[in-house]
């Protein structure tokens, strides 16, 4: 069950980037294909499977955010993630804003990464 749930994050989180980058290239493009529901609705399904799959995970493996460093690390750099992303599709209103976010969300999905393999926390450490 472990490693099912495990591929289930790890492939929402791919997902996730996936969505992310075609929907930053649309926008780029100032496409209307950014106004097709299914554009609109999977990132957030796809989102909150990550979520959920990285709650089970911590329930699985007994550790969690606020009691286990690495763990909370590993939110806050998801959370951040988030952040850049929002600024990179929304509320960027320049062509460098919107890429500050696209490098920012990409550098913190990264770090989760790191800290998700070491399971050392960097910050909070």
Known sequence: MYELTKHLHLTA??????????RFVLTLRQSP????????ISPHI???????SAGVLCVMIDQYPFVD???SEKLLALVMYMLMVTIALKLAKTTTMRF?????A?????YAGMVAVSKQPHIFG
């Open 13 to 22: 989180m791919a997902l996730s980037l996936l969505l992310f980058i075609t």
């Open 33 to 40: 294909a950014l106004q097709k529901k299914w554009l609109k």
């Open 46 to 52: 796809v989102d909150t499977l990550w979520l959920v």
């Open 69 to 71: 460093a690495w763990v």
């Open 100 to 104: 500050v976010g696209l490098l920012g």
């Open 106 to 110: 990409v550098s913190w999905l990264a």
